[in-house]
Every structure is written in structure tokens, then in C-alpha cells.
């Protein structure tokens, strides 16, 4: 694998350092895979203070699936509003929960099969479980792993699973975990879709900007 990977890799790692971590990953420090799965439905289309303070409310009143599935969809609304479309996230969390109890005896399941079996629940956020819920080797790719990943020139695909599947096979095993958290920062403050602040990146030089029309 090339070793201009791995040293842009340790440069990003190391700009992004002080930034705020992303909502999943702190609420993932309970290392608890029900709250990863729950707080990762949350945040999807949604911002990240949003996120957390949703989250923060749904687990006042439940934080195990069997808590969970006592409430009425109402009041999971309510407690998880403003995030983005929480009408549907609420049927979702109850429907997730309602399954974990039923099928896997209420504990997540550990394997991306059994995941994307929930209704509701992608690829994203099933290698989020894994990865930050079991610490089990996964990669998860949301939009600012895929843009960066291609800006940067390191791959060239047109879907999060090609990426996925791409970074698999350049990205070193034991840094899958953590790609997503140090792309979502990098994504967030500095490789930023539009005009992003080349001028001030540390992986300026390694970087094609493949994509890239103007920066700053």
C-alpha cells in the first residue's frame, strides 16, 4: 500500500486533532452498541449539536431497547425533535428496538448482515456499530469520506459502496475504525465541500484536488 497514504493519513490525523469530535463518536466513549445504533439513526441528515442533544433527551428515558419499546412513538418525537424527518426516525427506533428484543434477545447484533436487516439502517451506520459499538475492523463512508477520499486522489468512485470497497484494499486494517472520525472533522473544518482551505491544509502537497475548482 502506498506509504503516501499512510503519511497523509498521519498529517490529517494530526491537523484535525483539536477539532470537535463527531456526535457518534462521543456518544460511542459509553461503549455501548444500542446507543452507537440509536445515536447514528439520529444523525443521519442531521447536524451534529442537534445529534447530541436529541440523543442526550432519547436516553434520559430509555438507553436499552427494552426502555425504549414502552414509549409511544409520540413521545420518542418528542424528545429527538428538532432532528432531520424524526417522525420517521421514531418508527424506526422502535421498529430496531422491538427487533433487537425480538430476534437477538435484546443486544445488537455484531455482524453487517444481521445489521442491514433493520429496516432503516445502511451501510453507514452498520459499519459505525461495528466499528465504533464492537470494535470490530470496518469502514464507514458518508459523504466526507467519499469526497475527500477521491479529492485527495486516492480512489476514483462514484458510490459509497465502490469507496467502501476501494479503501478496503489501500487503507491499512488497523486504521478502518478511525478513518471516519478523522475524515468527518477534516470535512467538517478544513476539506470543506465547496472553496475548501487548501492554503491552510498540512496535506496541501499530497493532495490532487481532484474535482477541486476554486480554494482558499
Given amino acids: 500500500m502506498p506509504t503516501s497514504i499512510i503519511k497523509t493519513l498521519n498529517l490529517i490525523k494530526r491537523q484535525v486533532k483539536h477539532f470537535i469530535l463527531p456526535s457518534v463518536t462521543r456518544i460511542s466513549f459509553q461503549k455501548d452498541p444500542y446507543r452507537v445504533l440509536i445515536s447514528c439513526i439520529l444523525s443521519l441528515r442531521t447536524k451534529d449539536k442537534v445529534t447530541v442533544s436529541a440523543s442526550k433527551k432519547l436516553f434520559g428515558l430509555a438507553d436499552n431497547p427494552y426502555d425504549m419499546v414502552k414509549l409511544s412513538a409520540r413521545r420518542i418525537e418528542k424528545a429527538i425533535y428538532p432532528v ?98 478523522i475524515k468527518v472533522r477534516f470535512g467538517q473544518n478544513i476539506c470543506v465541500p465547496v472553496s475548501p482551505f487548501c492554503s491552510s491544509c498540512m496535506v496541501n502537497r499530497l493532495c490532487k484536488k481532484a474535482g477541486v475548482k476554486r480554494f482558499r
Wanted: aromatic fraction near 8%; charge should be positive.
Fill in 84 to 181: 432531520g424527518f424524526y417522525r420517521n426516525k421514531a418508527k424506526s427506533i422502535l421498529g430496531v428496538s422491538k427487533t433487537i428484543i425480538s430476534d437477538f434477545r435484546g443486544k445488537v447484533p455484531n455482524t453487517i448482515e444481521e445489521l442491514l436487516g433493520f429496516k432503516g439502517v445502511g451501510r453507514k451506520t452498520a459499519n459505525l456499530v461495528l466499528g465504533l459499538g464492537y470494535n470490530i475492523p470496518a469502514i464507514c463512508v458518508d459523504i466526507h469520506v467519499h469526497r475527500i477520499s477521491n479529492r485527495l486522489g486516492w480512489i476514483r468512485t462514484s458510490t459509497a459502496e465502490e469507496t467502501e470497497e476501494a479503501l478496503k484494499k489501500i487503507i491499512p486494517r488497523s486504521r478502518w475504525i478511525e478513518l471516519n472520525t
